[in-house]
């Protein structure tokens, strides 16, 4: 295989040296501005930007509609036509040596499809949104979400609920907001974290604001809630498998998610915008652009947000929730280049509704006493959760980044990009009252409360060189980061001499250090020898260096009879084990791992309106481990390796503008087939206390999705999914030998190790389909009614089994073969009614008032205690029950807006 390598990529090299030499005679653009009759429209604005050196050049298109630009460099370019009335056109076109191009831009009449609304225009530097174009021609799996779908999952919603409209998307969460944490799932991988268990492939998607990487590090994973507010965001971006070498961060192995911020303006505007739905939710978002001022130009944005969840306790309690978040950016435009300045803090928290079983069970009960009202769906309500004395946690989580992006063009054909941060991330969580975490003992609840505060301060810089030669487009490059994380996390009991940094006997904690260095450096050639022809090999090498030390005795301090447990985890170290349980890695170690990440992708375009795409490409990826316990919680830092995602796609886009019922028509579908392999499949209970698992899972699904205007005045989308999941190997106390995890290694079989090879992937739905309606009505002439309607359909999922049996007894947890969640779908109906400067909406989701969970779970008893309090010749009581998060019934929005 390396040889193989070393001979395409030779010939890559070589081709590129002689094409680099050949003489670039000035070229030529010309051709028409026509409307969909094929009349000339004269007077259009027709702007060409060589995409390299970010230059322009704008004429006007003259009475018989024509335009043309001369000594022309070679290169990459886009040409822009607007006129009032009519739809922005777009083309990339590839310009050759001494060759003329002729190009016709038929405009579009506006529609309703004019989803991005930016009042003031953006400027050059900004970060705009790919057109239809720029994802037809790209050779990756490319989705969208503009504006108009962002708002279909309502006003209040955060970073999370967007991503649940793109093809083989989920999200799964506790609340109704973006203030609580959530896990997004893409493909059957997924992203964040919940506390929920039975994920696998947790962290393997990556997380960029602006293209800046926001997955923590230290722990590779992205607390959700750092994206509250969805009016900040002015486009979603989603690829899927890990993209091309000069786009991929450290998380990328089964897809890649951006979220564009609002970006600066040509020219001055403001908009401010209010909110009111159903359980208090209130929401006030505004923002401001300078416009250019001597070059520069400055957005200025924030939003807040507050209310209850749809769940609520007997005594009244609604596990309120609160966020807010600003964002500033400014840039600076000078000679095609460009210097960005920008920084961002978001801060979203709330109580955590609790899971609810499915059904009656004695033994779990309101109030945590034999004999009180049961807590369950069938008996204390469906949407019912416990009383705040019983059970109450705050969890809060915030970001804040501060970055820079240079943007300098050396020549016509030479461009450097550099990009520097720094973000620092916190959670902090506290739980009192947990009835159901009782301790025997005289003093009570040795473990009654929780103090989880881990952090993370990250710096990283990227340097990108582009190069544009008359066959070749060459990016180079690559990035280094440096994250400082600390794991701190307090299990307590008050009655014991315990508090938030005081450890009691019968406690259990954690506080370790991580210094966690990831670098890449990569190389990719976009060959493209004939202008239909896109040829993208490309190569990465990443490491992945973890030094770690524990620190409990520094950051703690002990109560009277406290004796803190020195033994470790993994291998015969000695130590003393005391009645405080430390969950830390240890000892203290130094651990370094790399790799290469080959990659080839090939597009073709068949026909002007086809565009046929495919190609392969892995990533590596260091495990990620949830709740907070850092790496070497769950993994043996001796035997650690990393683990590696394998993509193949195939797939077709078809694309055509101002034809009829196909007007603005983009169609994409594509196979995939995935294996994410080497994997650490680790269960983390809400105890703190973790599985161990191995494997290797694969996915294979087609992804779809669809726009178009059929009429002036309709605008339709589609996105669906079909998948099918499971486990090559999947082991539990076994070893790993010859890359696989493995109950019988050559030594011979290891006594307790249980393979669930060949099981479904839980979680990862059969199916997925999301479709929405946007129509504009004219009823009078001063009056628009703009109706808007989505529905979404989630296919069944195999649960995750905590209490896996063998022998009539739980083993270890497991994915579940035979149970499955129930499909569910939702509709969502709303209305838009512009007023000159002001804009009223309403918004209603889930009308029919469908009861639903999105997220169920087989417990093996410890959540309620039930394993020790239940008698375990009754698992239906004991263990082996369902418990469930329950969807959000029907919930109503009202938005005003005001335009300055």
């Not at 024509?66 to 009519?86: K, P």
């Not at 210097?339 to 009656?360: C, H, K, N, T």
């Not at 054909?413 to 009835?435: E, F, P």
């Not at 998948?723 to 493995?742: D, H, L, Q």
Request: contains cysteine.
């Amino acid at each position: 295989m390396s040889k193989f390598w070393n001979i395409f990529f030779g010939f890559v090299l070589v081709l590129s040296m002689e094409t680099a030499v050949y003489a670039a005679a000035p070229a030529m653009v010309r051709g028409k501005v026509i409307d969909p009759a094929g009349n000339v429209v004269s007077g259009a604005q027709v702007t060409l930007t060589n995409t390299m050196s970010q230059k322009s050049v704008t004429v006007v298109s003259n009475q018989e509609g024509d335009y043309s630009f001369s000594a022309l460099d070679t290169g990459t370019y886009t040409l822009a036509v607007t006129h009032e009335g009519f739809q922005n056109f777009s083309q990339t076109l590839q310009l050759a040596a001494g060759r003329s191009v002729d190009l016709d831009a038929k405009l579009v009449v506006g529609t309703t499809s004019q989803s991005v609304t930016v009042h003031g225009g953006l400027i050059q530097g900004a970060t705009t949104q790919p057109s239809q174009q720029d994802v037809f021609a790209s050779a990756q799996s490319v989705r969208v979400i503009d504006r108009k779908q962002m708002d279909m999952v309502g006003p209040v919603a955060g970073g999370a609920q967007i991503i649940s409209t793109a093809p083989g998307a989920i999200v799964t969460g506790y609340g109704n907001t973006g203030a609580t944490k959530y896990t997004i799932t893409l493909n059957g991988l997924n992203q964040g974290w919940g506390g929920y268990g039975g994920y696998t492939g947790g962290g393997s998607l990556g997380i960029t604001f602006d293209g800046v990487p926001i997955i923590d590090p230290a722990t590779d994973l992205w607390p959700s809630a750092t994206i509250p507010e969805n009016g900040l965001i002015q486009n979603t971006n989603v690829t899927y498998g890990p993209g091309n070498p000069a786009d991929r961060w450290y998380t990328n192995v089964g897809g890649a998610v951006e979220f564009t911020p609002l970006q600066p303006t040509a020219k001055p505007q403001a908009t401010v915008t209010a909110t009111y739905g159903s359980y208090q939710q209130k929401d006030l978002v505004a923002n401001a652009s300078t416009g250019l001022i001597h070059g520069w130009s400055t957005v200025f944005a924030g939003g807040a947000g507050k209310g209850d969840d749809f769940r609520k306790a007997p005594d009244g309690f609604t596990n309120p929730s609160k966020d807010w978040a600003v964002l500033a950016k400014t840039v600076k435009t000078y000679q095609g280049n460009s210097l960005e300045l920008a920084g961002y803090y978001a801060y979203g928290g709330g109580y955590r509704s609790q899971v609810i079983p499915l059904a009656a069970n004695p033994y779990i009960t309101i109030d945590g006493n034999l004999g009180s009202q049961q807590y369950s769906q069938q008996t204390s309500g469906y949407y019912s959760t416990l009383p705040f004395n019983t059970y109450n946690k705050y969890d809060t989580n915030q970001m804040g980044l501060i970055y820079g992006r240079e943007n300098v063009h050396l020549d016509n054909t030479t461009a450097v990009q550099n990009l520097s941060w720094y973000m620092h991330i916190r959670r902090s969580h506290d739980r009192y009252n947990d009835v159901y975490q009782n301790n025997s003992g005289p003093g009570g609840n040795q473990q009654q409360n929780e103090h989880n505060n881990p952090h993370t301060d990250t710096v990283g810089d990227k340097f990108l060189l582009t190069k544009d030669l008359p066959w070749n487009t060459i990016n180079g490059g690559g990035y280094y980061i440096h994250a400082l994380y600390n794991s701190r996390n307090n299990f307590y009991g008050p009655a014991w001499g315990g508090s938030k940094t005081v450890v009691n006997q019968g406690g259990k904690i954690r506080s370790s250090y991580f210094d966690q260095d990831d670098y890449a450096i990569f190389l990719q050639d976009d060959f493209h020898p004939l202008p239909i022809l896109h040829i993208t090999p490309g190569i990465r090498y990443v490491g992945f260096a973890t030094d770690f030390y524990n620190a409990v005795q520094q950051d703690f301090t002990l109560a009277p009879g406290a004796v803190l447990s020195t033994t470790c985890r993994y291998g015969n170290f000695g130590g003393v084990k005391g009645n405080v349980s430390v969950q830390d890695a240890c000892p203290a170690a130094y651990e370094n791992r790399s790799g290469a990440e080959p990659s080839v992708d090939v597009s073709v375009e068949a026909r002007p309106w086809l565009n046929l795409y495919g190609g392969f490409q892995e990533a590596l990826r260091a495990p990620a481990m949830g709740g907070g316990g850092g790496l070497f919680q769950a993994v043996d830092p001796v035997s650690y390796h990393l683990e590696r995602g394998t993509y193949y796609q195939a797939g077709a886009k078809l694309h055509t503008e101002g034809s009829g019922f196909k007007n603005n028509l983009i169609l994409g579908a594509a196979y995939y087939h995935q294996k994410f392999a080497n994997q650490e499949i680790d269960t983390t209970l809400a105890n703190g206390d973790t599985y161990d698992a191995n494997g290797t899972s694969v996915y294979n699904g087609v992804n779809i999705f669809f726009d178009d205007d059929p009429l002036q005045n309709l605008h339709l989308f589609a996105n669906a999914n079909i998948e099918a999941a499971s486990y090559s190997s999947y082991v539990t106390g076994g070893i790993f030998t010859n890359g696989a995890a493995t109950c019988n290694p050559p030594s011979g079989p290891i006594s307790g190790c249980l393979d669930y090879n060949g099981y479904p992937v839980s979680y990862v739905p059969t199916s997925t389909l999301n479709a929405g309606a946007f129509y504009s009505l004219h009823p009078t002439e001063n009056l628009i009614l703009q109706p808007t309607a989505s529905f979404q359909f989630i296919g069944s999922q195999h649960l995750f089994d905590n209490c896996a049996e063998v022998s009539g007894a739980c083993t270890s947890p497991a994915p579940s073969k035979s149970v499955t969640m129930p499909a569910y779908a939702t509709l969502n109906l709303g209305a838009q009614v512009p007023f000159k400067r002001l804009e009223f909406s309403v918004m209603a989701l889930n009308v029919l008032n469908k009861q639903y969970n999105i997220y169920e779970y087989i417990s093996a008893g410890s959540y309620f205690n039930t394993s020790s309090t239940a008698p375990s010749t009754s698992p239906q009581y004991a263990y082996d029950y369902v418990t469930a998060y329950p969807g959000a019934p029907v919930t109503a929005y009202v938005s005003v807006g005001y335009h300055f």
